[in-house]
């Protein structure tokens, strides 16, 4: 399979990234806290600018807008999943398949991952808004704003939702619109 990525020096990024088999290995905080340590490590050497995200049970969403010289988004990715896979690793050993062996794959994330290329604003602001829906999406909570492991309350607080936004109450269609 030719798989081929864009790679834009100083793009703007939306990523979703899933756990191997769909297993609901975010679930607990102990593990959303083990990612958010990976993906501060990684960019303490490897800088990006997080525009928004989402952590759910078993996958999650990301935009990330690279350095203006700097089109690597697959080294950060690696180094992620694989600083989170190691240390998820120790904490909750699991059979490893001969392929992922073979590989030196754990157990933790699908092989690929998907990136879209943010090209306009109205780009951006649709994928936001994906992001901090996907909770109710998923049926996960009634509110963007009931889901604590998102972007969602950082916009509300910079008055770019309204609290309500994607709540039964409120139809969706932009930030900051009812």
Aim: glycine content about 4%.
């Amino acid at each position: 399979m030719n798989y081929r990525r864009i790679f834009v020096p100083g793009g703007t990024f939306f990523f979703t990234v899933v756990t191997y088999n769909r297993t609901p290995t975010l679930i607990q905080p102990e593990s959303i806290n083990l990612f958010h340590d990976a993906v501060n490590k990684v960019h303490k050497n490897h800088p990006f600018r997080m525009t928004a995200w989402v952590i759910l049970p078993d996958h999650l969403h990301m935009i990330w807008k690279l350095p203006e010289k700097d089109p690597d988004y697959p080294t950060r990715w690696r180094l992620i999943k694989s600083y989170f896979s190691h240390h998820w690793m120790e904490k909750y050993p699991q059979e490893v398949s001969p392929s992922r062996q073979k590989k030196v794959e754990c157990p933790v994330w699908q092989r690929r991952y998907w990136e879209h290329w943010i090209r306009d604003n109205n780009d951006l602001e649709r994928h936001v808004e994906y992001i901090h829906y996907n909770p109710v999406k998923h049926g996960i909570v009634q509110a963007p704003i009931d889901w604590q492991f998102s972007s969602f309350d950082e916009y509300v607080k910079r008055g770019l939702y309204a609290h309500d936004w994607g709540s039964d109450s409120r139809r969706l269609g932009g930030m900051g619109k009812p």
